[in-house]
């Protein structure tokens, strides 16, 4: 087979490559680096990431996706390339097909972008897949029984809650408010309690090393270094995890309530269902430590992990892309 296909899980934070036969060759962050003067693509992914909140003045960093969707369609468009381009090499002799993740609530708009983007970039054809649905495929729930699953799929940019019966999503709610807002309300939790600006990359570092969605027993401290706003000058703090936990609180309370909507919302048969099986959680942002303990003990339906959650939409296109004459007709757009 000449035309290679490739999934690709478009994350405001971070974007994975699923190259059929090879599994997920590729994992980077969804940033590029631009030289304004030239008007030229310096980096894209680590060693674009690696430049946050260090550039002068000649060099812009770009997170082309905000919650979600395309916010800069031009580097979008480089950002795609570049990901077709390494996992599949700068010389070929045809086009790849392209599996795409969506959010469910995405407009017409916004998906269109997506498809015109990666056409742009140097694709054959470009199919779409909510991403609910990916995740489900990916973490090895049977969605095409007739019966209830519930995923919870926690990201960069979106927090998407979905239930799922017979191949198609019953019910489903997105917000915009996931793992950037949570960095934001770390960062400017420290701002107001201690005076120091510390950058997103600190504040991510924080809730990864030390972050709880619930108070911890045994505290957990962590040095972080920024710029005392009274002073002007380079300053140390020590940051607790039960400080990190009040900071994103809110956050995590506007998640359950987007889930306590969607269970509102969901038919009594599979409501059974849910209560039976429980919801189960993916995305990046599901890893924030007592997540699911704290979504179960607020919604009183039991909570579940998957495996590898960060991967579950990427291994979803692979699904998807193996069995593609199945799933195009009720799942996947072409265009």
Request: glycine share 10%; hydrophobic share 40%; with cysteine.
């Amino acid at each position: 087979m000449f035309i290679k296909k490739i999934g690709i899980d478009l994350g405001t934070c971070n974007s994975m490559v699923f190259v059929q036969g090879k599994g997920i060759v590729l994992q980077e962050p969804s940033v590029v680096a631009v030289s304004i003067g030239e008007n030229k693509i310096l980096a894209v992914g680590n060693e674009a990431k690696k430049m946050l909140g260090r550039t002068p003045d000649t060099i812009k960093v770009y997170r082309p996706l905000r919650k979600g969707v395309i916010a800069d369609y031009r580097v979008t468009q480089a950002m795609i390339k570049y990901f077709i381009d390494k996992s599949t090499g700068l010389f070929r002799f045809f086009k790849p097909e392209l599996m795409i993740g969506v959010p469910a609530c995405i407009t017409s708009t916004e998906k269109r972008a997506v498809i015109e983007a990666a056409l742009s970039a140097g694709a054959k054809a470009v199919y779409t897949a909510q991403e609910p649905i990916l995740a489900a495929i990916g973490a090895g729930i049977p969605i095409n029984e007739c019966s209830g699953n519930m995923i919870v799929d926690i990201g960069g940019g979106t927090s998407e809650v979905a239930v799922i019966s017979l191949g198609g999503i019953v019910c489903v709610r997105s917000a915009r408010i996931a793992g950037d807002q949570m960095d934001e309300a770390i960062a400017n939790y420290i701002k107001e309690k201690y005076n120091l600006a510390i950058g997103e990359q600190t504040a991510e570092r924080i809730k990864i090393k030390i972050g709880s969605a619930l108070p911890l027993k045994k505290e957990e401290l962590f040095e972080t270094k920024g710029r005392d706003l009274v002073m002007g000058l380079p300053k140390n703090i020590e940051v607790s995890s039960n400080e990190v936990c009040e900071a994103i609180s809110d956050v995590l309370n506007s998640i359950v309530q987007v889930i306590k909507e969607v269970l509102r919302e969901t038919p009594p048969e599979l409501s059974a269902d849910v209560i039976d099986k429980g919801m189960f959680l993916s995305g990046g942002g599901s890893l924030l430590r007592n997540i699911d303990k704290m979504i179960s003990k607020s919604t009183g339906v039991p909570c579940t992990r998957v495996e590898k959650p960060l991967f579950s939409v990427a291994k979803g296109t692979g699904i998807l892309l193996e069995n593609l004459d199945v799933y195009k007709r009720s799942i996947a757009r072409k265009k």
